[in-house]
């Protein structure tokens, strides 16, 4: 699972999320099914199941809203399968991360017509997220070293200004770095233009992997309606 | 001999109005290293950012005979470079290799070429085995490396490093110094550390008040603006 192409890791996603989303009838079994094809995904990747299942569930906060929603609404159906749905594409996601490096994921992004500029962005705020976030870091410490504490945070007091300002700072050495970046950029003749070096090849295991892939999750709906009408 | 740089009345005023630099002349001979010295905010940072067309200011500036305007300015960042205090904003590609590739393939060196270039930079720097990792993980000493070889790897024909040995511990800074003694282009540094001048420098320019203040030996220049941070040489000079 590492070794294969992003792209047609991604292009077997984009079948995997496309076939659940649509999925009205039987989805009892369906889920049961797709659940043990990841499960199956997890192990063949020798990722740790049991965390890799527990980390997705932090997208069910959110659909725990629309849930509610469509409990309140006489539809609690609806919001049940929502959150299945949105906690198994969760699951998909997270495999797929998990065995690609992000330099090779946003390529194979690329390859899939994702815009550039968007991947641009998201490059740079993976690089430079640690950065930033140790900025913050140290400037936690210093203001903590000098006694200030989050305990005295209320909204109008000293301690509260203090954080905001501080938060002030640390955007504006962000937009500083950003500029210094581009200055680095442009003294090594970037144009506007990123050019990357050799995407991996597509090799015929990677899409006999494409194929299998994504006629799983089809079979599997297929399956279910069928034992559902 | 035509001077690799030669810059003449160079003045710079910010947008806020900060006047930077105020008829700078300077001039690089091939073969040579310069250290410019000078206190902070003495316009040495926004001087060198003014030799490949990063900020743009009065008065003329020729590199290997081609004078620097909006048309040549391709040309120059290729034969220019910079390596810049801050490591970090330096090398933003999510790998090493893809880092010392990025001039390169925006040059327009094939891709098989950039690879290989970058590969022989690496070797240079002697940070070949850090190809793949990500330039977050690495050391200071790393990083600055690494960012040194993505310049050598478009081989410019002047080198400038701002604050080369900021942020670096004593042995890194003389590994440092040994590297980039070995690299053969001309080169500006920009510095507060007098014991890497000292090792690398043959001349000297002192920045003040975004002027040239004075020019000439290392050794002269210190015992003129008392530019020594060891406190014992200081106390003896007091």
Sequence with gaps: MHRRDPRAKIAALLVFLVVLATARTGLLWLSAGFFLLLAAGLVWARLPVIAVLGRAAVVLPFTLVFVLVCWIGGDPGRGLSLAVKSYLSAVAVLLVISTTPLPALLRGLESAGVPSFLLLVVQFLYRYLFVIAEEAQHMGKAAAARGASAR????????????????????????????????????????????????????????????????????????????AS | MMPLIEVRGLRFRYEDGTAALNGVDFRLNPGETVALLGPNGSGKTTFVLHLNGLLRGEGTIDVCGLRLDKRTIPEIRRKVGIVFQDSDSQLFMPTVLEDVAFGLLNVGFERSDALARAGTA???????????????????????????????AMEPEILVLDEPTANLDPPGQRSLADLVTHLPQAKILVTHDIGFALALCQRAVFFQSGRIAAEGTLPDLIARFDWDSTVERSKSRG
């Design chain 2, 122 to 152: 690496l070797e240079t720097v002697g940070m070949s085995r850090a190809a793949s990792r990500a330039p977050y993980h690495l050391s200071a000493g790393e990083k600055k490396r690494v960012a040194i070889a993505g310049i050598v």
């Design chain 1, 152 to 227: 005295q945070w209320r909204a109008g007091s000293a301690a509260f200004r203090a954080a905001a300002g501080a938060l002030a700072v640390l955007f504006a050495r962000a937009y500083s770095r950003a500029e210094q970046i581009h200055c680095a950029m442009l003294s090594r003749g970037f144009e506007g233009r990123f050019r990357t070096l050799e995407p991996a090849r597509f090799r015929r295991s990677d899409a006999v992997f494409a194929v299998l892939a994504s006629a799983a999750p089809i079979a599997l709906r297929i399956a279910a309606e069928r034992a």
